[in-house]
């Protein structure tokens, strides 16, 4: 109900506007015809005393007179016929039909005033002048013809239509700013701007226009959904809690930038000229919201350092970056000052933070040393965080980047920015990774977990040849990854399968049964034991996985059989086959 009554409200208020309006529209009108049957009346009058003049002059010289003190006083009424005309047209007919029409409508209007203004006081002088040379007997004539042509010369000094007609103009102005911008609504502003500021109303104009236009960019931008902007970020964050922020950020950048900005700018030169389309740019930008996207940008920089904030840094530089050449064109000057400065040390955040972490990517590594191996044997979830993580680094997405960041860098420590820095920085990451392999390495108990361990993380840096580490690394170092695999497969197989080798391979004497059964419960026993042992051990790579189930069928199955031939179908638990089944199952 309250809606409602604020609603009715709303319309009474705006009937009753309206009901103003109308009945001033309707006393001008008046007004208006009054004053053109005053101006027939005074013309009308004009031209009977010049008659009346010139049949009662005999004097030639005395007619030459009053023809140059009468004449401008004629011209000066026909000419406020005329403005009467242009008057009515003025508060009858709106710009927003036809601007260019209304604008030239104005021209005439202020053309004719002019003209009244300085023939008006020239009418006056050349009849105070005959007054003042002629004292004849029809002199009181020419008194009432001067008293008249003062009548229009007060009646036209005021402006009043003028005020009117720049009222209509101003309205048009606002009204064509709140809507998308088009060729034909951008020639519409820019002559409504040339008039305005013809007629010193250009403080008004720069106003309005970058009041509307602020608040067109501004609610084109909050349309974005920019609620990301106002969370608190911290050194404590973690940038990846953020990360999906980060990404809609350098997207809602880059495209109030390239689309609202962009536009904005355009519409600002066509308006205006240079200097003023540089100020109400300025401002419009200023008030548009990018100040709040960067200094959500600079809270990105103070989060807690780790590896993934690197590549959400080197995201922010990439949006950055591109919109270099943007920035430079659209916010020059002081006006843009505030914009400058923010994106100056935006940028010098996010080149400090890439390389600050950058140059600790080893060191980190390093850190983690302490720490505990899996206990299956596999590939450390640092080993595999930090390989795809240089790769990601090494992509057709980040390098160009990352050496782009090391060569400000550098440059703004005077110091020259050589090609193998980034190669370098990896290859110690590298370095401290297969460290880190040794010494977890020595951690475990069992010497085949050891192996194993270290087979299967040397056969994941082998893998990577084709990748960008692997290449920046080279085939020499892929091959020796390589080799050190192939040394740990054979140590592994040997010290897992060298027992059960060993019980299949010893001699044994066919007289005595007993020794024949203890050697076949053995076997059993120890083939059981280990695959319980190993049972929970993982080798990730396929490949390697075949490889290991190939080499140790070839090994044992055959020993296996031979084996067998000792014993009685009913002695044995495993058959070949079976047997070579259970170890394929095993690996695979």
């Known amino acids: 109900m309250a809606e409602l009554k604020g609603n009715h409200n709303v319309l009474v208020a705006a009937r009753t506007l309206l009901m103003n309006s109308l009945q001033n529209s309707k006393a001008t009108a008046t007004n208006l015809d009054e004053t053109a049957k005053k101006v027939d009346q005074i013309r ?153 500021n013809d007629n010193n109303k250009l403080d008004w104009c720069l106003a309005a226009y970058i009041e509307v236009r602020s608040r067109v960019a501004k609610t084109s931008l909050e349309a974005l959904d920019l609620n990301y902007l106002d969370m608190s970020v911290t050194k404590v964050d973690d940038v990846q809690d953020i990360g999906c922020f980060i990404d809609q950020w350098c997207e809602h950048f880059h495209f109030a930038v390239k689309q609202i900005l962009e ?142 960041v090391v060569t400000i860098y550098q440059s703004w420590k005077n110091d020259k920015y050589q090609e193998t820095v980034v190669s370098r920085q990896i290859t110690a990451i590298m370095k401290e990774m297969c460290m880190n392999l040794d010494t977890w390495s020595k951690t475990y108990e069992d010497k085949a977990m050891s192996y194993l361990f270290m087979m299967n993380n040397h056969c994941h840096f082998s893998n990577m040849k084709g990748t960008p580490v692997g290449e920046m690394m080279g085939n020499c170092w892929i091959t020796g990854h390589e080799r050190y695999k192939d040394y740990y497969m054979r140590l592994y197989l040997k010290e897992t399968w060298g027992n059960i080798i060993y019980l299949l391979s010893q001699e044994d004497d066919d007289s005595v049964t007993t020794k024949k059964k203890i050697s076949l419960e053995a076997f059993n026993e120890a083939l059981e034991g280990m695959y319980e042992k190993q049972s929970e051990l993982v080798v990730p790579n396929e490949e390697l996985r075949l490889r290991l189930c190939g080499m140790a069928v070839q090994a044992l199955v055959p020993l296996y059989r031979i084996y067998l031939q000792s014993f009685t179908h009913a002695d044995v638990k495993y058959t070949s086959q079976g047997f070579e089944t259970m170890l394929i199952n095993w690996w695979l």
């Open 44 to 196: 009308q009058r004009l031209a009977n005393l010049n008659d009346t003049l010139w049949q009662k002059c005999s004097c030639s010289s005395i007619k030459d007179q009053i023809d140059g003190a009468v004449c401008p006083a004629m011209a000066v009424v026909e000419v406020c016929k005329s403005i009467r005309e242009l008057e009515k047209a003025l508060v009858f007919n709106n710009p927003h039909s036809d601007v260019r029409a209304y604008l030239l409508l104005i021209k005439q209007f202020e053309q004719a005033l002019k003209f009244l203004s300085d023939n008006c006081g020239l009418a006056i002088q050349w009849l105070v002048q005959f007054l003042d040379e002629n004292k004849v007997s029809y002199a009181y004539k020419v008194e009432m013809c001067l008293r008249i042509v003062r009548k229009i010369q007060d009646s036209h000094v005021n402006g009043e239509i003028l005020c009117v007609a720049f009222d209509k103009l101003e309205d048009e102005f606002e009204q064509l700013l709140a809507v998308a911008p088009s060729i034909i609504v951008n020639l519409k502003l820019q002559a409504i701007a040339a008039k305005l």
């Open 263 to 404: 536009a904005e700018y355009e519409l600002c030169i066509q308006v205006f000229d240079t200097f003023n389309s540089n100020v109400c740019f300025a401002k419009i930008a200023t008030q548009s919201g990018i100040i709040s996207l960067l200094h959500f940008g600079a809270k990105v920089t103070e989060c807690k350092k780790d590896p993934v904030k690197l590549l959400k840094l080197l995201d922010i530089f990439s949006t950055l970056d591109s919109l270099r050449e943007d920035f430079n064109r659209l916010f020059i000057g002081k006006a843009c000052g505030e914009i400058q400065n923010l994106t100056r040390i935006l940028i010098r955040k996010v080149v400090c933070g890439v390389c600050e972490i950058f140059w600790e990517l080893p060191y980190q590594v390093e850190l983690q040393r302490p720490s505990s191996p899996p206990s299956d044997g596999g590939v450390p979830r640092l080993i595999s965080f930090v390989t795809e993580y240089c790769n990601h680094l090494l992509g057709d997405d980040y390098k160009s980047l990352l050496i782009k």
